[in-house]
Each structure stands twice: as C-alpha cells, then as structure tokens.
C-alpha cells in the first residue's frame, strides 16, 4: 500500500509552532514582497480567504475578523521540512518526496495500516510539532484522493482508500478537474466527453484516452482502477537548481545587481554540494516591472563552464559575464535569478576530449571547507568577495517571523 503524508497548511503550520498565540484564529502567510495569500489556516479559509488573493485587497476583512499575516519564512519552513523527512525516513525506509510539505511511501500490506500512520501522525506532530493528513491507498493516484478526504476529518486525519463498492461512491462524488494528474488544461477536454467525475473517468476507454491525452492520463485511468503505474522512485539529483527574487524597488544599478546575482549563485551551489552534484552550465536572467510595462524586458543568457564544476566562485565569475551581456544601462528590473543546468552526479562524471579535467582535488578539498565552516559556524561566515558584507534583504518582509530553527540570534527565549 502507498501512504502520502501531506502537511496540512504548512507554511501556517511551522509559523504556529513557536506562536502558540496563533492557533484557532485566521492565519495567512504572504508571498515574496507581501503581495498574495500562499498558505491560510482552516479559520482563515473560514472567512473566506482565497488561496492567491492579493492582500491589499483582503487586508481590511482579514484585519476585521481577527486575521494575522506573515510573510513567508522560507528559511525556517526549508528546515522544518528537513526535519519532517528525515523522521519519514527513519520510520518508512525509502520515501519520494513530492513537494515541500508532501510526500510518499511504500509499506508492506502485513502491517497494520491505520495503526502505523497513527503512530506516525502522533510522532510528527509530537517531535516536530506539524499536524499531518495521511492518505493510504493502492496507487499514488489514490492516495492524492484519499489524502484530501483525510483533511475534511476533525480528528484522525488518516484516511484508507481500498477497492469495491465504497471506492466507487467516493469516485463518483469526486470531480475529475480534482485528480491529480489531469489539471486545468485536461479537465475542460474531459467534460466535452462527457467525463465529469473521477469514476467516470476511471470507466473510460484506455486506448480512447491514451489516443486523445496520451500515455500519461492513461496511468491515471488504471491507477483509478487500483493498478499501480507510478511506483516509488529513488530519489534523483536535480536536474537544474533555480534561485530567484522579486525586488521590493525596482534596481537599475550593475553592481548592485552583481552582488544580488552573486548571492543567488552562493546558495544555489551550496544547493549542488550539497547533493554531491555538479554542474556545467549557468543561465542568468533579469526581468523588469510586468505591471508597468506589458510588453516585457529583460534577458537571459547561457554560459557553459567547460566542464563539470562545483567552485561557487567560477559560477560567480561567469554569472556576472552574462549579467553584462543581458544588462540595459538605465533599465530598472524588478526581479533577477540564475539557474545552475546540465546537473550530474560527482560519483558519474565523464569529462569529453576538449573539456577540463573533471573536479580538480584541490578546488573539491576547498569547498568541502568553505561549506564546513559555514555549517559549523553559520552560513555567510566565510563568502565570496563579490557578495555583500552582511545578507542581502531586497524583498519587502514586514511580518516575517524569526529563523527560530537557524539562527542563534533568532532563538526563542522563555521567560
């Protein structure tokens, strides 16, 4: 049987654990720069408060009925999710993790279901101290179903999805714009067909749908049947790795523009080390103001390092040359990102007759020390000189909460 843990509100959730003052009102936290609603607590959907609002727009009812928002934490809500998976790890063996705040397992069928995910729940919400619905079924597919029935309970939060009769009523209540793997885009084609629920869809002619929407929709179709098509992957180095922010102020300035791009490509390479990865190529790319002009400007630019590497400061030094390439004297830009590709294994590296030789000793034996200094002694301790002197904080943050878990500055203090 496949289990899906998914967090419920998550981001609210690792905000409430140090803000027990928080729990049972309406909590939202806000996107970058504070501008819409990404995660809202049970009372706050209550109101209503729609997933994506802009807050300007909500801000008056919200405040009125008690509301408090944060802006995202994504510091503390990346460590919370660490710690979540590792204790998944520790009691399900191998797990795929789906997003931030999900993921799946694979148990034995001798085992006593709703007992273990029991036992874990309580765990969870014990140690870490994240509430978890968990969705038990025979496919992946059926447990994203399972897994939303587990959240609509009051108290156990786990829900068991089996074949027969009662799966079928559950199937034919379930709107098929909700399965996952069909989406937006699919579910208006669907109801053309006359497909509106999940059992409808599950009735459906394989070789009609695999003809139509291709062989992915297919898997979904039989993994409603109860046939397991997507099984639990190990999992794999990223393929690429992105780091990109919104400005709070529009910035015309190169330079400071080089230090924020400098920044990106730190943590993005601490991303890749930390994988036992390597890259050879990086993007970077500027964007300006969508709202002020529709048209769009900005660029990208690709630069190939010649070979595998993980020295954050040759990613710098060819960051900042396709930074000059794409940069417009006088253009204010709003937003600005790099993108680390063509990510490989270190244990698999194969370099090419014109390419450097594959990760030179001295320059591996030199990050392994720079990321162990900044582990042990926390992070910005030793950095690159084209990066700023202190953390850059670009992004407007006026409700953000401390790094309670990764900083020894931020540390909650009982009195």
């Not at 609603?37 to 300007?56: C, D, L, N, Q, T």
């Not at 008690?66 to 797990?95: K, V």
Request: glycine residues 6%; hydrophobic residues 40%; proline residues 5%.
């Amino acid at each position: 049987m496949f289990f899906l843990f998914d967090c419920d509100n998550f981001f609210v959730s690792c905000e409430r654990i140090f803000r027990p003052d928080l729990k049972k009102r309406p909590v939202v936290v806000l996107s970058s720069n504070d501008g819409c609603v990404v995660s809202r607590s049970y009372e706050a959907k209550a109101i209503p408060i729609a997933m994506g609002a802009p807050y300007f727009k909500i801000e008056k009812i919200f405040r009125a009925a008690g509301g408090t928002a944060l802006s995202s934490n994504f510091e503390l809500y990346s460590d919370i999710s660490r710690r979540l998976m590792s204790l998944l790890r520790q009691e399900c063996g191998s797990i795929h993790i789906y997003s931030v705040d999900e993921a799946f397992a694979e148990l034995p069928d001798n085992i006593d279901h709703f007992r273990f995910a029991l036992h874990i729940r309580t765990r969870i919400l014990k140690e870490i101290g994240i509430p978890v619905s968990i969705g038990i079924a025979p496919t992946k597919t059926l447990c994203k179903i399972a897994s939303s029935l587990a959240k609509s309970k009051t108290f156990d939060k786990v829900e068991i999805l089996t074949t027969g009769q009662s799966l079928r009523t559950i199937l034919k209540n379930f709107e098929v714009k909700d399965v996952w793997g069909v989406g937006r885009r699919i579910a208006p084609r669907l109801n053309f067909l006359g497909i509106f629920t999940a059992l409808e869809l599950s009735s459906a002619p394989l070789k009609m749908i695999r003809r139509t929407f291709g062989i992915n929709l297919e898997k979904t179709v039989m993994e409603l049947n109860g046939f397991p098509c997507q099984d639990i992957a190990a999992e794999e180095t990223a393929h690429s790795i992105t780091v990109s922010r919104s400005f709070e102020r529009e910035i015309s300035n190169i330079k400071q523009l080089e230090a924020i791009i400098a920044g990106f490509t730190d943590t993005a390479c601490r991303r890749l080390r930390a994988q036992n990865a390597a890259a050879r190529e990086i993007t970077v790319f500027l964007k300006t103001n969508r709202f002020k002009n529709p048209a769009g400007q900005g660029g990208s630019c690709l630069i190939p390092l010649g070979g595998p590497c993980i020295h954050t400061g040759h990613f710098i030094t060819a960051a900042n040359f396709g930074l000059r390439q794409i940069f417009i004297p006088g253009e204010a830009y709003k937003s600005a990102g790099i993108t680390l590709q063509a990510i490989e294994e270190t244990t698999s590296l194969q370099s090419s007759l014109f390419e450097k030789s594959v990760l030179p000793p001295k320059e591996q034996k030199l990050m392994q020390a720079f990321d162990g200094l900044n582990n042990k002694l926390g992070a910005h301790t030793v950095f690159f000189a084209a990066q700023t002197v202190s953390p850059q904080n670009f992004t407007r943050g006026s409700f953000r909460s401390p790094a309670y878990t990764t900083s020894w500055n931020a540390l909650p203090v009982v009195r």
